[in-house]
């Protein structure tokens, strides 16, 4: 016991001598130059706890007061807040090299490196070679024309489990559940030719946990990101935590790599997939190494997996929950199917240029709920200095896309659900040229993905609101569905969505 008092005495005496250093250090940068205004900050706690449990919510409302360019001192860490489209386009149009490093967090630091990550990587010859690889190889128009078939067989799959679960009208399902079983079979298919999981398997079932609990922990706030004397305590155990489940899923990922190892060394032939682009990669060695580790492979595998399923499910969870929400956009949005798609017939791709507003659906969901309400942390390379403001090097960037797109500044009636909005001439899209609209982000390190998610979400969306009348769960009338947030590193529903699938059968008069 006089151990334990001894050590939080200790502790107490580093906390205090770390505030006043941190204190010498935040006067001499303001020192240095003009810093974006922001609000006070406590002595000990710094911004911290103005941070709240929604940090999305939070600093809109701070930006209110104090500009949509904002600094933040949370702990030792400097934060930049920008919650504007002029300041985003500032940003990305004229800033974007400087300001295209990566923060880290403590919970992704572990035994399990980021040498294969397109994520977490510093923009650099190494980065930028994943990336390259990644846009020519993964999602590059070509290839996906080709996967055209399997995208369709994912589809139809899913409509089938939810089919089946539903047991003919009858019973609810977990909606956002049967969107992740799609999306991994879908990455499983482009990354190593395998469906991976149904609605009972064992494999996928823990995929999924483990995978989801990494999101989580990696979108927790870490008292050990803001106070560097407390990082190798990990007093949260945040990064132990995540660590446990990275190796989890790391090892599910590693899995299917030695399956094809198996395979190669018993000449089984097949279809390139993105795998055997990995392992057949032969660099230069002037933007990074001439052949791919397993562990750089493994974590490619694991990167891809996690990021095309976690942000795909909780996009079209969230649509599905919106039109619910909203019944006589859902009549709109099903009308529009059952007029131009024959009952009879199935949703295809070539279909979705005539589904307007199955489009607009899907862009009004990106808007109010972006996957990634702050995109993923930037980090300052080097000083710059951005709309008259100096930001110093490892500052970090977020970029508020949540607030960005409730800006009534911008956006009328911002919090209404209103797909019409993008039925208007100039029609703007998600490609990262329309600041105010950049769920995927924008510069140099904008999601890759944008080619895929721009054919998925409309298509897997308008197949489950073609094939099925919807009807929430246990009797919950539209106006008290649960709309709440929960925050992990990815913007999910605080409650999954229940409803019951019934299948649509045209009535003949």
């Known amino acids: 016991m006089e151990y334990e008092i001894l050590g939080l005495v200790l502790l107490l005496l580093a906390w205090v001598a770390w505030a006043i250093l941190t204190e010498r250090r935040q006067r001499r940068l303001e020192e240095y130059g003009r810093l974006p205004p922001g609000p006070r900050w406590w002595q000990l706690v710094t911004n911290i706890f103005q941070s709240g449990f929604a940090p999305h919510v939070s600093f809109a409302k701070l930006a209110n007061k104090h500009g949509p360019i904002m600094t933040l001192w949370l702990g ?26 990566r923060k880290i967090y403590e919970s992704m630091k572990g035994d399990i490196v980021n040498e294969g990550s397109l994520i977490t990587n510093q923009y650099g010859p190494q980065w930028r070679m994943l990336r390259r690889l990644c846009t020519t190889e993964f999602f590059i128009t070509s290839r996906l024309d080709a996967m055209r078939g399997v995208r369709t067989k994912c ?32 990455i499983g298919n482009l990354l190593i030719s395998k469906d991976l999981v149904d609605p009972t398997s064992d494999r996928g079932a823990k995929f999924f946990y483990h995978a989801g609990k990494v999101m989580e922990f990696a979108g927790k706030p870490n008292i050990a990101d803001y106070f560097t004397i407390l990082r190798c305590l990990d007093p949260q155990g945040i990064r132990r935590k995540t660590q446990f489940h990275v190796r989890r899923a790391f090892d599910i990922a590693g899995g299917y790599l030695r399956e094809r190892m198996d395979d190669i060394e018993n000449g089984e032939e097949r279809k390139k997939d993105y795998l055997d682009v990995l392992l057949q990669y032969r660099g230069d060695g002037v933007e990074g190494p001439s052949r791919f580790s397993s562990q750089t492979i493994n974590t490619i595998l694991f990167e891809m997996f996690t990021a095309g399923t976690d942000t795909t499910t909780s996009t079209l969870e969230w649509a599905m929950a919106e039109l619910l929400h909203n019944p006589t956009t859902l009549q709109k949005v099903q009308a529009e199917l059952r007029r131009v798609i024959n009952p009879s017939n199935k949703l295809e791709e070539e ?158 008069v």
């Open 76 to 101: 030792s860490m400097t934060t930049v807040v920008i919650s504007s489209n002029e300041v985003a386009r500032e940003m990305f149009k004229n800033h974007d090299i400087v300001l295209a490093g």
């Open 155 to 186: 589809i139809d799959q899913m409509i089938k489990f939810m089919e089946d679960a539903g047991n003919s009208g009858t019973t609810s399902i977990d909606v956002g559940r049967f969107f992740f079983l799609m999306s991994f079979n879908l």
């Open 351 to 508: 279909d979705l240029d005539k589904l307007p507003y199955l489009n607009a659906v899907i862009k009004e969901t990106l808007r109010l709920h972006p996957p990634l309400p702050f995109l993923v942390p930037h980090m300052a390379m080097d000083f710059c200095t951005m709309l008259g403001y100096h930001i110093p090097k490892e500052t970090q960037i977020l970029v508020n896309v949540w607030a960005i797109g409730r800006d009534p500044k911008t956006w009328k009636d911002p919090l209404k659900f209103k797909p019409e909005r993008f039925l208007e001439p100039n029609m703007i899209d998600y490609k990262g040229h329309h600041f105010e609209f950049i769920p995927f982000g924008s510069g140099r390190r904008m999601c890759p993905a944008i080619p895929l998610a721009s054919r998925m979400l409309p298509l897997t969306l308008g197949s489950v609101l073609h094939k099925f009348d919807w009807v929430l769960a246990n009797g919950v009338k539209q106006e008290d569905l649960d709309m709440n947030e929960r925050m992990g590193m990815t913007l999910k529903k605080a409650i999954p969505l229940k409803a019951i699938p019934c299948l649509y059968i045209k009535n003949i």
